[in-house]
């Protein structure tokens, strides 16, 4: 696992972008794996700067998000797929048909995870999956006690997750209190993980999951079984 600390949320922004401008440089038909929740909000705003500075184009990117709400309807102000529709993929010259988002909506929510599984996979993987952590460890919406070898399923999400995005919400008055997420072992099969934090109230979770014992208890701590993970933190979730 590699760590990069950095002096704060701007510079974390950077760097992470970085990271993945330079996949995009590299590789143009890239496929990413994008989270939504506070922390991405500045690494989205740079990975647009790059491409209106003609840096890098996502013509050819392709795109898996990490989770959806369930009941949720695109439309509304709160889903994850408004989000990313205005943090990134509005700014930039992504085609519609290369995004891919879980749908809260699907008559059959089984169904939709196992074709989610399906779409991954024909899609030859996911090159870099972007993760935030949740302040109980969690990523995507895997909460403590999920198991490893899960993958693409609904989940019943904890009160701490439901009070967290309350927060966010705009539309909502009450929070979903069921998602849709990848699971532990669709995340650990991306060629690389690149995880960001950042600020005081995630730094005893970063700790744990990046330094403590590896446990189902905290999601985040498997990402150090992965190959080739990077956690990029800013100096207050770093506690540096
Ligand atoms: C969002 C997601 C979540 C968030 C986590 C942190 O797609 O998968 O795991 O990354 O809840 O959220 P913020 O960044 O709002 O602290």
Redesign the pocket.
Not at 35 to 40: E, F, K, L, Q, Y
């Given at each position: 696992m590699k760590i990069i600390i950095t002096r704060d949320y701007q510079e974390m922004s950077v760097r992470a972008a970085q990271l993945v401008i330079d996949l995009i440089k590299q590789k143009p038909d890239a496929v990413l794996g994008l989270?939504?929740?506070?922390?991405?909000i500045g690494f989205y705003q740079e990975l647009v700067k790059a491409y209106l500075r003609r840096e890098i184009s996502f013509a050819k990117v392709k795109t898996f998000?990490?989770?959806e709400y369930v009941g949720v309807n695109r439309s509304s102000r709160d889903s994850?797929w408004t989000y990313m529709q205005t943090q990134l993929f509005s700014q930039v010259d992504i085609r519609q048909e290369n995004i891919n988002m879980l749908d809260g909506t699907a008559s059959n929510l089984q169904d939709e995870c196992i074709n989610y599984e399906r779409l991954i996979e024909d899609a030859g993987g996911i090159d870099l999956q972007l993760?935030?952590?949740?302040l109980d460890g969690?990523?995507?919406?895997c909460e403590p006690g999920t198991a490893v070898d899960k993958r693409t399923f609904v989940v019943d999400l904890t009160e701490l997750?439901m009070q967290?995005n309350q927060e966010?919400f705009t539309e909502l008055k009450k929070s979903p209190s069921q998602g849709l997420?990848m699971g532990p072992a669709t995340i650990m099969e991306a060629r690389k993980i690149l995880l960001i934090a950042n600020g005081k109230n995630k730094r005893a979770i970063v700790k744990k999951a990046l330094y403590g014992s590896v446990t189902t208890k905290v999601p985040a701590s498997i990402l150090q079984r992965h190959l080739d993970c990077t956690c990029v933190l800013d100096a207050l979730a770093s506690g540096e």
């Open positions: 989270a939504t929740g506070r922390t991405p998000n990490l989770d994850f993760l935030g952590i949740g969690h990523i995507g919406f997750t967290s966010t997420t």
